[in-house]
């Protein structure tokens, strides 16, 4: 018995042993020691948010990443270019500099709007005005005379500085809800009065313009300290500032109270006429199957109000570090695998929209499609997107992630088709099964989506290595897969809204010359 127990446990253990050697993968253990022990993460991060800085469509420093990216991608010996996909109004930041210098001095915390006109190097002084309480549009056309020669404030004073879940921590139970009563009436307020001059926040602001202003002043406050979203200007030929909260707030009490504010704001910035737009394209060859590809997806352009970290430099990082390791462990794929740096997402998806449109020999035999983001943070869903067999590729694929990753993504298949958001959406409309690695908050709506906050400072490199790794191995599994893609979908539901039978979404062209009929 002893002799057989001995042999028993032999058996078992070479059986294991055989059992660990076929689960080992090189190519996967490869991917997961060089990100991280090697990552190549925050030098890239250094390089593109604070050397380059933001990337707004039609500046000349989105052209300076796209260049820069084809530039990394050669020392990684990945075939990469840039492709034109249409023209954007040109414009390039200058200096801002907000000042009020009456009834005291200081220096204001804000900045121009993209696209905004530029003033001199003097700037423009003025004094600081509030909108009226009017009855009606009449009262309101008989008041307009008063803009000329001031700066207007169109933003309703906000009541609080304070994040809701800064009250919710200290405030008494009766006094937040007092608070969030007063500001819901104030904003019902506003809005109203704003209705009755006839106009809406952003057709105001061409008949303040024509009625002689001498710029707008804006507080488009993110729910956050010290966070703002710095979006784009609508004026034509007069200054448009945003200036945060704290300051703004000041300004308009002291207009309130008969103070009058004088501010000085220098605003410059240049026009640089139309524009080429490029999407950064890199590819490794597939050797048995090149016809068919697998896709990286990540928007390279961002707003200007932060340098763009986590909206999308984070994702961009995520797709060129997956690259940089497919390449070193995985340099001959089945199939082709691409990485799309998109341009103009912010605009409406353009870059990606355009990349679909004129490459539909593409498009078709695509195997797989990963897109992120939203933020810093590590991936914690991952939907079917509409897939009828999602389950079976994506489980799959997801199943020879690592599961220290894998344990915090939570699936949905099939799921249902995302219809924008992103520019996977782009590739969904046309038929290709493309996914988005949707991540974990890190409070990036009010913190760092579209804001002044948007900077290197805010990525969490461990999240972001994580990603990495994730797609580069979801990249690899399906680049292997025996199996082409199955692309059959659901049957979409009744709409709760309409009562119609849903019906999946159909592809839209980009917009190809953005902003010029403008200029």
């Given at each position: 018995m002893k002799k057989l127990s001995k042999l028993s446990c032999i058996v078992a253990l070479l059986l294991s042993v055989t059992f660990y050697a076929q689960e080992s993968n090189p190519i996967i253990e490869g991917i997961v020691k060089e990100a991280n022990e090697n990552s190549q993460l925050e030098r890239l991060a250094h390089e593109m948010l604070d050397v380059i800085g933001p990337r707004l469509v039609g500046s000349p420093q989105m052209k300076q990443a796209n260049d820069w990216a084809v530039a990394q991608y050669g020392k990684w010996s990945i075939s990469a270019k840039n492709e034109k996909w249409g023209e954007w109004r040109g414009w390039e930041r200058g200096i801002t500099h907000i000042d009020m210098v009456s009834p005291r001095i200081q220096t204001l915390d804000g900045t121009q709007l993209a696209w905004n006109p530029s003033t001199s190097k003097k700037g423009v002084t003025a004094e600081a005005i509030i909108l009226p309480t009017v009855k009606d549009s009449m009262t309101f056309k008989n008041w307009l005379?008063?803009?000329?020669?001031?700066?207007?404030?169109?933003?309703?004073?906000?009541?609080t500085g304070r994040p809701d879940y800064n009250w919710e921590e200290f405030a008494t139970e009766e006094s937040f809800k007092k608070m969030k009563e007063d500001r819901d009436a104030q904003t019902k307020a506003w809005r109203e009065n704003m209705s009755h001059t006839g106009y809406n926040s952003r057709t105001i602001?061409?008949?303040?313009?024509?009625?002689?202003?001498?710029?707008?002043?804006?507080?488009?406050?993110?729910?956050?300290?010290?966070?703002?979203?710095?979006?784009?200007?609508?004026?034509?030929?007069?200054?448009?500032?945003?200036?945060?909260?704290?300051?703004?707030?000041?300004?308009?009490?002291?207009?309130?109270?008969?103070?009058?504010?004088?501010?000085?704001?220098?605003?410059?910035s240049k026009e640089l006429g139309a524009v080429p737009n490029f999407n950064t394209i890199a590819e490794i060859k597939g050797t048995e199957k090149p016809e068919e590809y697998v896709?990286?997806?990540?928007?390279?352009?961002?707003?200007?109000?932060?340098?763009?970290?986590?909206?999308?430099?984070?994702?961009?990082?995520?797709?060129?570090?997956?690259?940089?390791?497919?390449?070193?462990?995985?340099?001959?794929?089945?199939?082709?695998?691409?990485?799309?740096?998109?341009?103009?997402?912010?605009?409406?998806?353009?870059?990606?929209?355009?990349?679909?449109?004129?490459?539909?020999?593409?498009?078709?035999?695509?195997?797989?499609?990963?897109?992120?983001?939203?933020?810093?943070?590590?991936?914690?869903?991952?939907?079917?997107?509409?897939?009828?067999?999602?389950?079976?590729?994506?489980?799959?694929?997801?199943?020879?992630?690592?599961?220290?990753?894998?344990?915090?993504?939570?699936?949905?298949?099939?799921?249902?088709?995302?219809?924008?958001?992103?520019?996977?959406?782009?590739?969904?409309?046309?038929?290709?099964?493309?996914?988005?690695?949707?991540?974990?908050?890190?409070?990036?709506?009010?913190?760092?989506?579209?804001?002044?906050?948007?900077?290197?400072?805010?990525?969490?490199?461990?999240?972001?290595?994580?990603?990495?790794?994730?797609t580069a191995i979801l990249t690899y599994m399906a680049s292997e897969d025996e199996q082409s893609t199955p692309k059959d979908k659901i049957v979409l539901p009744m709409s709760r809204r309409t009562g119609e039978q849903m019906v999946w979404p159909t592809p839209r062209s980009p917009e190809r010359k953005g902003m010029l009929e403008e200029k």
């Open positions: 005379p008063n803009v000329k020669g001031k700066f207007v404030m169109i933003s309703m004073n906000q009541p602001i061409a008949a303040l313009e024509e009625a002689g202003a001498a710029g707008i002043i804006t507080s488009n406050w993110s729910k956050g300290f010290g966070a703002n979203k710095i979006f784009s200007a609508r004026t034509k030929k007069i200054p448009t500032v945003d200036i945060e909260l704290e300051d703004y707030g000041m300004l308009y009490r002291l207009a309130e109270y008969g103070n009058k504010p004088e501010l000085k704001i220098v605003a410059e896709i990286l997806s990540a928007h390279f352009d961002s707003w200007d109000g932060g340098t763009g970290a986590t909206d999308n430099g984070t994702g961009t990082l995520v797709m060129m570090e997956a690259m940089r390791l497919l390449k070193k462990f995985y340099p001959n794929p089945k199939r082709t695998i691409i990485v799309g740096h998109w341009g103009s997402e912010e605009q409406g998806l353009n870059g990606s929209r355009a990349f679909v449109e004129d490459h539909p020999e593409i498009v078709k035999n695509i195997q797989a499609v990963f897109n992120q983001d939203n933020g810093t943070g590590r991936v914690v869903n991952l939907s079917g997107q509409g897939f009828l067999h999602s389950y079976d590729f994506l489980g799959r694929w997801l199943n020879a992630v690592p599961k220290d990753i894998s344990k915090h993504i939570e699936t949905n298949y099939p799921g249902a088709p995302g219809r924008g958001g992103s520019d996977y959406a782009s590739f969904l409309a046309a038929g290709a099964p493309a996914f988005s690695l949707s991540s974990l908050s890190w409070s990036y709506w009010n913190y760092t989506w579209h804001t002044n906050l948007d900077t290197y400072d805010k990525i969490v490199f461990d999240d972001v290595r994580s990603n990495a790794i994730l």
